[in-house]
T-cell receptor, first 111, second 115 residues
């Protein structure tokens, strides 16, 4: 079965430290890959997207993601975390008529 | 205008009621979506409209009835819901024609409670 996996339910990091939120996918072909963020009681906000080309994708709010085809991974990164980055992060993969969300990772950034 | 708006923000309904959720965007997007999200879970795709036509129905029960009256509006009509239908209902829109590969812009959602 095709799917997107986020192996960590929760990631804790201190403010100012680098952060990584992991995502792996098992989707055939060359899916588009996304990261979305959801703040409490809000809809999802688009962070970044990989279609093709450069394996390092830069997105909103200083986030970037590294695509690794051999490991089928698309990890989200930020060099220096902010307390305001605390939220729920979803990785997703899209084919033409199918869209797969990961289960979500709660990021806690502590002062 | 770069917003997707949803009304109402909160809705409480009984199992015999009929109600509607409304979604609106003025970004010129031609694809619109309904998702259902339970607490601490990812959104589940329900319906996709492309050019005001239903293109994807993810086997959603008929007590949920979508409607796209024009390119800016998307409704979700609710009838005879069950308590397990209580969730956050999210609307989204996107510009590109390959709808599910497009960047989606989400509204804030309607929190529905079915009693």
């Amino acid at each position: 079965a095709q799917s997107v996996a986020q192996p960590e339910d929760q990631v804790n990091v201190a403010e100012g430290n680098p952060l990584t939120v992991k995502c792996t996918y098992s989707v055939s072909g060359n899916p588009y890959l996304f990261w979305y963020v959801q703040y409490p009681n809000r809809g999802l906000q688009f962070l970044l997207k990989y279609i093709t080309g450069d394996n390092l994708v830069k997105g909103s709010y200083g986030f970037e993601a590294e695509f690794n085809k051999s490991q089928t991974s698309f990890h989200l990164k930020k060099p220096s975390a902010l307390v305001s980055d605390s939220a729920l992060y979803f990785c997703a993969a899209a084919q033409l008529n199918k869209f797969y969300f990961g289960s979500g990772t709660k990021l806690n950034v502590k002062p | 205008d770069t917003e997707v708006t949803q009304t109402p923000k909160h809705l409480v309904m009984g199992m015999t009621n009929k109600k509607s959720l409304k979604c609106e965007q003025h970004m010129g997007h031609r694809a619109m979506y309904w998702y259902k999200q339970k607490a601490k879970k990812p959104p589940e795709l329900m319906f996709v409209y492309s050019y005001e036509k239903l293109s994807i129905n993810e086997s959603v029960p008929s007590r949920f009835s979508p409607e796209c009256p024009n390119s800016s509006l998307l409704n979700l009509h609710l009838h005879a819901l069950q308590p397990e239908d209580s969730a956050l209902y999210l609307c989204a829109s996107s510009q590109e024609l390959a709808a599910l590969k497009a960047t989606q812009y989400f509204g804030p959602g309607t929190r529905l409670l079915v009693l």
